[in-house]
């Protein structure tokens, strides 16, 4: 069995100045539809993204590969009904994923006013 694990931790602000100055573009850019719906109908909406920002990044790390807009939208995040993170790959990381031989990935985010942080572990 082959285990590996990606972390990263965000600035929060860092999210709601760039939502703040770029707006949807910026949105769209970094996170899928699913992503901004869930985030946007909170009242602190940036501590969301820029948990599910840093979560990307966790997965992304754990893959070993390196960071573009386009690979931050193939990883998606969504919350079953209990709220747990699950991720959901598409594109270019799905079929990173399969080279891989990665078949489980669970991620845990935990944000503050401050900052938002995430840990993956990928096994295969
Ligand atoms: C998981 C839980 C402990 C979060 O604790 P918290 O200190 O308030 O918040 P944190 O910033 O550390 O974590 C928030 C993240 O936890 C994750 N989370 C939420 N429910 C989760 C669950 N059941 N299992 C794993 N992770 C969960 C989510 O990713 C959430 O961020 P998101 O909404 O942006 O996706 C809390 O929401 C919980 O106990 N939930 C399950 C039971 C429940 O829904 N109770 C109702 C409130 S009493």
Redesign the pocket.
Known sequence: MQISCGTDIIETKRIKDAVARWKEPFLRRIFTPREIE??MKRKFYF??LA??FAAKEAVLKGFGNGFTSANLRDVE?I?DV????NVVLKGQMEKLRKKKNINTITI?????RDYAQAMAILIG
């Open positions: 869930y985030s501590e969301h948990a599910r995040i919350n209990h709220g747990r993170p845990s985010m935990s944000h503050t």
